[in-house]
Nanobody, 128 residues
């Protein structure tokens, strides 16, 4: 059973930083796109960032550009989301996602339907 395990969420004041981690149980993910999504209460799941299998291509939602950075360490089967200058509107449950159906090293995806596996989520709360 493939698993994605997120960690690193918590409570932080506005302007602060957090780093989320997502560890994959299968080395296959090291060649596939991975992404971060978030969902706030009463809202739909929203794309945050995605990274290609090689790590050479990354995409971000406009609201986090310049503040968040997605990266990966394929040797550790782990993807990270460094979040700086956090705002109260960043408060949400953050989910890691991985795709295995295409697995080319250069593509990354922004829609939930492109991903095959999801983590359990980690809560990020930003106080004003």
């Amino acid at each position: 059973q493939v698993q994605l395990v997120e960690s690193g969420g918590g409570l932080v004041q506005a302007g602060g930083s957090l780093r989320l981690s997502c560890a994959a149980s299968d080395r296959t993910f090291s060649t596939c796109a991975m992404g971060w999504f978030r969902q706030a209460p009463g809202k739909e799941r929203e794309f945050v960032a995605a990274i290609s299998g090689s790590g050479g291509n990354a995409f971000y939602v406009d609201s986090v550009k310049g503040r968040f950075t997605i990266s990966r360490d394929n040797g550790k089967n782990t993807v990270y989301l460094q979040m700086n200058a956090l705002k109260p509107e960043d408060t949400a449950t953050y989910y890691c996602a991985a795709e295995l159906s295409k697995c080319n090293s250069y593509s990354a995806y922004v829609t939930p339907d492109d991903y095959d596996y999801w983590g359990q989520g980690t809560q990020v709360t930003v106080s004003s």
